[in-house]
């Protein structure tokens, strides 16, 4: 299983970016969709989840009302949408998949089975 995320990069505070996760499998065919990011000299941080069936979203009290994950299981993608990008933002943010997550562990990296390589969000002031 593969999981390829893009759409990372160099933006001042205030910008917008989406980034996009792309799985080789169907993203119906896990529980949960994930993102997380570690910025340096951190630990890795969850971000956002989505619900593979139903779509339920959760998100990090720290992106609350400027972050916004989505899927498309046509296409086997996530989405991240980022608004209103903080410094704080900057990190490397990556996707996960969960084909046995419950919703207690879905801000748990370990309730995760399937990692994307990464793409680094930095964030200007």
């Known amino acids: 299983v593969q999981l390829q995320a893009c759409g990372g990069g160099l933006v001042q505070a205030g910008d917008s970016l989406r980034l996009s996760c792309t799985a080789s499998?169907?993203?119906?065919?896990?529980?949960?969709m994930a993102w997380f990011r570690q910025a340096p000299g951190k630990e890795r941080e969850f971000v956002a989840a989505i619900r593979s069936s139903g779509g339920n979203t959760y998100v990090a009290d720290s992106v609350k009302g400027r972050f916004e994950i989505s899927r498309d299981n046509a296409k086997n993608t996530v989405y991240l949408q980022m608004n209103s990008l903080k410094p704080e933002d900057t990190a490397v943010y990556s996707c996960?998949?969960?084909?046995?997550?419950?919703?207690?562990?879905?801000?748990?990296?370990?309730?995760?089975?399937?990692w994307g390589q990464g793409t680094l969000v930095t964030v200007s002031s």
């Open positions: 996960a998949a969960g084909q046995r997550t419950i919703l207690s562990a879905v801000r748990d990296p370990e309730a995760y089975d399937y």
């Open positions: 499998i169907r993203t119906s065919s896990t529980r949960y």
